[in-house]
């Protein structure tokens, strides 16, 4: 069952869009609503729209849109329930007991009751006497007693069923334990610890909650799974869009945030006193963690390490924060050490210049274009100018290429106008080629397996009437009366416009109006975009009535067609074909 109506209203109420959202993006007014860069995707240009009269959004970039309770799905990585009972705690509504069909939360909060209590298993073994050769780990690694507690760090026992045998004395089932990832099950159907004879770090959420592990083999020790064993995908986790240390350092990163590699790092910096510290879980860094990122900083800074590895990293993360709006910078550390090294031979104070003296991302990459060039000969100067212009060529900002085509020509002895001019050519080369990527996504094939409405390519001109249709009613419910009786449901041409009218009909039928809140449930968020689309657009034109009563016959005349009509049988692939061969006739003259 649903939670009541009034209940969600409330809380919708209470839980203003234009307050929430402006928590986690910077909005700013246009005309009567807000706009700001979507967190759903990169990009520079804003194109992510909140409409207050209407409290939904809707992101013209990527087609994701919704109401205050979408946005807090996707960008908590909350399921709708979570997310109703999330805004229901930030705004003191007291949901009712019963009601609605929690299973899925009940599920989530034993996987988290079972992490919390393994987390407290392994620091417990730790802490004792068998677990000391692993307390004897981390000391020699430079942990105070204090940091380990403080990050709840513990080891695995080198058993097969210990923590199974711990959990069930605690009342877990081993259905429960598979699902959260911290038991495995054998071929023959036997039940064993995931975890055995490592380091254990608990991952934690940025709400506190322990969500994962992550297992580092002792050195020495035969490393059966790899040097690392990490938690899986769970009701509770997913490693792209969690960080280590998030849960720390989002109460010390309003200026910056900083990206190390490792656990250790993460750790061994925090020790010293830098708590604006995050790592990726065993991956490169994904567009999930940079929309995270980007929720509590103005700028990262990149530390990974100096390997080849690491500068690749380095590289896709630059990549990826292109259009966050965040200030990206880069800090080489010297002679290939990771931070953990540095900060221990150096100590905090080096550490903290080495911080300051973090390069922008354009300087990075001008430095690692110096790779592996002679740059005492002609030659190699040319080469390296070359590939120089192709970077400054790449950033948008007009000041910073004039600062570094500067720099450059001071440096290299070379003719501003020549430099200005290779730019300038890149450039043009780069917009030619950005525009027709933009054509080409425009353009793009029409039969895309992806579609959220694939049944339009048949009725291209009833899909049209359908959305003006709905449109209207959407902005003037009070006009169903007119369409109920020639308009059922079932004589919608296309299936995503007849499943939202179908809601639309439930909704105005029940005497309730169709606010955006009716249909989360039940859309996904992109469908829920169109549906806002709809809503805010201009499609219902000057006189809404008129449009109605042309789009309802331009529906049943579309419909009518389509029903006498042999194609009326056909799949979308078999009409798509037909109209392949009937476009390669055309081209070949028959």
């Not at 009601?99 to 073994?125: C, P, W």
């Not at 610890?193 to 322990?210: A, E, L, Q, W």
Request: glycine share 6%; charged share 25%.
């Amino acid at each position: 069952m649903a939670i009541p109506e009034d209940v969600i209203n409330e809380i919708k109420y209470r839980n203003d869009i234009e307050t929430t959202i402006s928590q986690y993006v910077n909005l700013k007014r246009r005309g009567k609503n807000l706009v700001g860069l979507c967190p759903f995707h990169g990009e520079k240009t804003p194109s992510f729209t909140v409409y207050p009269e209407s409290s939904s959004f809707y992101c013209f970039g990527c087609g994701v849109g919704g109401d205050v309770f979408t946005f807090c799905s996707l960008i908590e990585n909350l399921d709708y329930i979570e997310t109703v009972k999330l805004l229901a705690e930030r705004s003191g509504v007291t949901l009712p007991q019963d009601g609605y069909d929690d299973s899925m939360q009940r599920l989530k909060n034993t996987v988290y009751d079972i992490n919390r209590e393994t987390a407290r298993f392994f620091h417990n073994y730790m802490m004792s006497p068998e677990g000391k050769w692993a307390l004897d780990y981390y000391m020699q690694r430079g942990l105070s007693l204090s940091t380990i507690k403080h990050f709840g760090l513990g080891a695995a026992p080198d058993s097969w069923d210990s923590l199974i045998k711990h959990l069930k004395s605690k009342g877990f089932s081993v259905q429960d334990m598979l699902t959260a990832n911290v038991i495995g099950k054998s071929q023959k159907g036997t039940f064993y610890d995931r975890f055995r004879k490592r380091v254990m770090f608990p991952i934690i959420n940025i709400r506190g909650n322990v969500i994962g592990f992550s297992g580092r083999a002792m050195p020495g020790e035969d490393k059966q799974g790899g040097k690392y064993v990490n938690t899986s995908d769970t009701p509770v986790y997913k490693k792209s869009d969690n960080l280590f240390g998030i849960n720390y350092a989002k109460n010390h990163c309003s200026e910056r945030i900083v990206l190390v590699e490792g656990n250790m790092d993460v750790i061994a910096l925090h020790q010293a006193g830098f708590e604006n510290v995050v790592a990726p879980l065993g991956t490169a860094l994904t567009s999930e963690q940079v929309n995270l990122i980007s929720r509590y900083t103005k700028e990262i800074v990149l530390m990974l390490d100096a390997d080849a590895a690491g500068q690749k990293a380095i590289k896709r993360a630059s990549q990826l924060l292109e259009n966050t709006g965040l200030s990206v910078r880069v800090v080489l550390i010297p002679d290939g050490k990771d931070p953990d090294e540095y900060i221990k031979k150096n100590g905090p104070d080096r550490f903290r210049a080495l911080l300051e003296g973090a390069v922008s991302d354009i300087e990075y990459k001008l430095l690692m274009a110096a790779q592996d060039i002679n740059l005492d000969s002609d030659d190699g100067r040319l080469k390296y100018l070359s590939a120089a212009a192709e970077v400054i060529a790449a950033d948008d900002d007009v000041m910073a290429r004039d600062i570094y085509i500067g720099r450059l020509c001071e440096k290299y002895g070379v003719s501003r106008t020549a430099l200005t001019a290779k730019v300038d050519q890149l450039r043009r080369k780069n917009i030619r080629q950005r525009q027709k990527k933009e054509i080409n996504e425009i353009i793009k094939p029409v039969f895309s397996k992806n579609d959220l409405n694939p049944d339009k390519r048949i009725s291209p001109k009833g899909c049209a009437a359908e959305e003006s249709f709905l449109a209207v009613l959407l902005q003037h419910p009070d006009f169903y009366e007119i369409a109920k009786e020639q308009m059922p449901p079932e004589n919608f041409i296309t299936s995503l416009n007849r499943r939202i009218y179908e809601i639309l009909v439930q909704t105005l039928e029940s005497g309730r109006m169709p606010d955006v809140s009716v249909f989360a449930p039940k859309l996904t968020p992109a469908e829920l975009g169109v549906l806002v689309s709809l809503q805010n657009g201009d499609k219902a034109g000057q006189n809404a009535k008129t449009v109605l009563k042309d789009c309802i016959r331009v529906i049943l005349e579309e419909k009518a067609r389509l029903s006498s009509s042999d194609t009326s049988n056909a799949s979308v692939e078999d009409w798509a074909a037909s109209l392949k061969d009937i476009i390669e006739k055309k081209s070949k003259g028959n």
